[in-house]
């Protein structure tokens, strides 16, 4: 599969702003990879670009609740025992269970799950009926990047998928121009400012893609997907 490093990305950048030396160079290579970081994080929350599959737990019987992956931002596809288990708020959790879910005993194969908690993985989620077994469950999720600033190299790979990989430097040419105080810099900051918004707005563009039918026209909402062209689901 092909792959970017930060490395790639800021040799991109230097160029752009025609410095070379990156022991007396204005802008210190930690620096730079510390705004990659930064906008790999903007593209995680504002596009879902980074996802994967896990298997992030087995059940206990009767347990209901469970830890959340570490950085996880958005759960898009749940399975329990292999089955698809359909997301709940907390207030249908609630009606679920007679407004006593935390006194519930009832046991059995999940149908529902909830989540609470904040975005980064430091929340939970929760089955309705409680399992009744050891299951494993697995998750298809969008997160935060995993690998922080602090223990990148030039070769360290980017997290956000390689279509997206060039619309960083924008970010990383916003925020290393906002530290050049002159007329010029402001203006080349405030440039590079507009053509981040519009790289966003371009990955949310080819993101919703995904979720396309073949001609484009219609979104499809991956958790409302019930009557598909194999039948329902």
């Given amino acids: 599969m092909a792959s970017m ?5 800021i040799e991109r950048v230097r160029d752009q702003v025609s410095e070379v030396s990156t022991v007396t160079g204005f802008w210190s290579d930690r620096a730079l990879w510390h705004y990659c970081y930064d906008a790999q994080v903007e593209l995680a929350l504002d596009g ?3 996802e994967d599959r896990v298997t992030f737990t087995t059940t206990t019987t009767g347990t209901r609740e469970y ?3 570490t950085n996880t931002l958005r759960i898009k596809h749940l399975l329990y025992d292999a089955k698809k288990v359909q997301q709940i708020d907390q207030r249908e959790f609630m009606r679920a269970t007679n407004n006593d879910g935390a006194s519930s005993t009832v046991q059995g194969t999940p149908l529902y799950y909830y989540v609470f908690g904040t975005a980064g993985g430091s929340g939970f989620l929760g089955f309705e009926p409680k399992p009744d077994k ?3 469950v697995v998750m298809f999720r969008s997160k935060l990047p995993p690998t922080g600033p602090g223990s990148y190299t030039s070769s360290t790979e980017l997290e956000v998928p390689y279509e997206y990989g060039h619309f960083l430097q924008e970010y990383v040419l916003w925020k290393a121009w906002s530290k050049e105080h002159s007329p010029e810099g402001v203006r080349l900051a405030q440039f590079h400012r507009q053509m981040w918004v519009e790289s966003v707005q371009r990955v949310q563009r080819m993101q919703r893609e995904k979720f396309s039918g073949d001609r484009f026209k219609a979104v ?3 958790d409302n997907m019930f009557n598909t062209g194999f039948g329902m689901i």
């Avoid at 490093?5 to 990305?9: A, D, E």
């Fill in 67 to 69: 830890s959340l992956p």
């Fill in 220 to 222: 499809k909402d991956a």
């Fill in 134 to 136: 050891a299951a494993a």
């Fill in 48 to 50: 879902d670009v980074i």
């Fill in 5 to 9: 490093t930060i490395g790639s990305v």
